[in-house]
């Protein structure tokens, strides 16, 4: 956690706080697939205490934007849910 | 119910920040933060999927970008603090953020707002530079080590990145 902090700031150190939020770091393979390469999302969940690691094996930096956004973006409603609200998110 | 007008709030440093929201009206609150060469309008091709999602995407800005502010000397984590602002100012207590192509920015706001942020997504996500137990540039096609020899060893690492694929991808 300490290379993270110093990562996102130095100025900043004192506010760094432990991470609470589980994340998913979901790395890239694919298309550009040296463009952000998996070991980083490995050192990430890692590094990240909770953090939840999803690898697609077949999808690169793009295409997971493109193609896999309702994954993720799933992903985050469910989180959001669970802390939020006991309804699921979209009924309104 | 997708809504696409854009807004500007204006900080009491004087920065403006400009920002969309798209996707459902009521729905759980995602930020994405867009990567190095991206900004608030990337959500445009996303409608659908925020849609059957049931997710109220606000995406901004990130100062320097489209319409928003420079803020010479910001950090990674100053992310954290302009996310919070447009928060306060829709009245947002809990949301999740999403960075495709801006995740260092999405883990400062999990990281330094942690009552407010209930889940950060990754996504391709690069680790510290500073991540001394991690090879930061081994088998990275874009990038390389800044005292590296010139030449063609970039190139030359693409194509093998991307061996019998086949893919003809050239960085340059």
Known sequence: ?92 | MTITRDHDLQLADGRVLRYQIAGTAHGATVFLLHGALGSRLVHDSLSAALSDAGIRLVSYDRPGFGGSTPHPGRTVASAADDVAAIADQLGVDRLAVWGPGGSPFALACAALLPDRVAAAAAVAPLAPYQASTLDWFARHGRWRRPDAPPGRRRTQRVAAGHGAAGRGVDLG
């Open chain 1, 1 to 92: 956690m300490a290379q993270l902090a110093e990562a996102l700031t130095s100025a900043d150190l004192a506010r760094f706080v432990e991470f609470s939020s589980p994340t998913l770091p979901a790395p890239d393979q694919a298309i550009l697939k040296t463009d952000a390469p998996a070991r980083h999302a490995r050192w990430l969940a890692t590094a990240i205490p909770g953090a939840e690691l999803r690898v697609f094996p077949d999808e690169g930096h793009l295409s997971l934007v493109y193609g896999r956004e309702r994954d993720v973006l799933d992903w985050l409603a469910q989180q959001l849910a669970v802390t939020t609200d006991p309804k699921p998110p979209g009924r309104a």
